[in-house]
T-cell receptor, first 114, second 111 residues
Framework: AQKITQTQPGMFVQEKEAVTLDCTYD???????LFWYKQPSSGEMIFLIY??????QNATEGRYSLNFQKARKSANLVISASQLGDSAMYFC???????????FGQGTELSVKP | NAGVTQTPKFQVLKTGQSMTLQCAQD?????MSWYRQDPGMGLRLIHY???????DQGEVPNGYNVSRSTTEDFPLRLLSAAPSQTSVYFC??????????FGQGTRLTVV
């Protein structure tokens, strides 16, 4: 069964520094997708970045990059040059090709300090 | 561009009452899903649908029913509300190798 784990309930980072949010996953499906979402205090879910299991390169979107280590089954989110507006909950999610369920981790609350 | 629209945004129910949370999308996605979000537990999948007429259970389906008669609509029914169903509910459309789009959420309180 597919499983997503985020082991950091809360993280602090200084403004303008980089931060890594951890995500590990488990699946027996060779074809899957990994997602990161941001949820600010206003509550909406904002898509950040996607990585497919067959993608050869790590995904990047602006200040967001996904450190994809397939053998370790990890998909960590790296945020460079943190901004105060990055303070939010961050969720990692996975979808297997078979069945298509999108399953989320427990989330990491990131606080950016000025 | 409406995307995914959930109604209502807020709801208070008494224990034992029933209600339907509405979800509509205008993006023509085959895949739709319902989640509940509770503190410290992330988003947990309640039910999902891979197309009109097809639904399946997620991680926490008990106490909820769904149907998918059209591509656009995916309502979630609470049969007999319980305080344990107090939560924030999200509907989502899409996914696969692109992102899922979420509604704004429904904050439900059962007293």
């Amino acid at each position: 069964a597919q499983k997503i784990t985020q082991t950091q309930p809360g993280m602090f980072v200084q403004e303008k520094e980089a931060v890594t949010l951890d995500c590990t996953y488990d699946t027996s499906d060779p074809s899957y997708g990994l997602f990161w979402y941001k949820q600010p205090s206003s509550g909406e879910m904002i898509f950040l970045i996607y990585q497919g299991s067959y993608d050869q390169q790590n995904a990047t979107e602006g200040r967001y990059s996904l450190n994809f280590q397939k053998a370790r089954k990890s998909a960590n989110l790296v945020i460079s040059a943190s901004q105060l507006g990055d303070s939010a909950m961050y969720f990692c999610a996975m979808r297997e090709s078979q069945g298509g369920k999108l399953i989320f981790g427990q989330g990491t609350e990131l606080s950016v300090k000025p | 561009n409406a995307g995914v629209t959930q109604t209502p945004k807020f709801q208070v129910l008494k224990t034992g009452q029933s209600m339907t949370l509405q979800c509509a999308q205008d993006m023509n996605h085959e895949y739709m899903s319902w989640y509940r979000q509770d503190p410290g537990m992330g988003l947990r999948l309640i039910h999902y649908s891979v197309g009109a007429g097809i639904t399946d259970q997620g991680e926490v389906p008990n106490g909820y029913n769904v149907s998918r008669s059209t591509t656009e609509d995916f309502p979630l029914r609470l049969l007999s509300a319980a305080p344990s169903q107090t939560s924030v509910y999200f509907c989502a459309a899409g996914g696969g190798n692109t992102e899922a789009f979420f509604g704004q959420g429904t904050r439900l309180t059962v007293v």
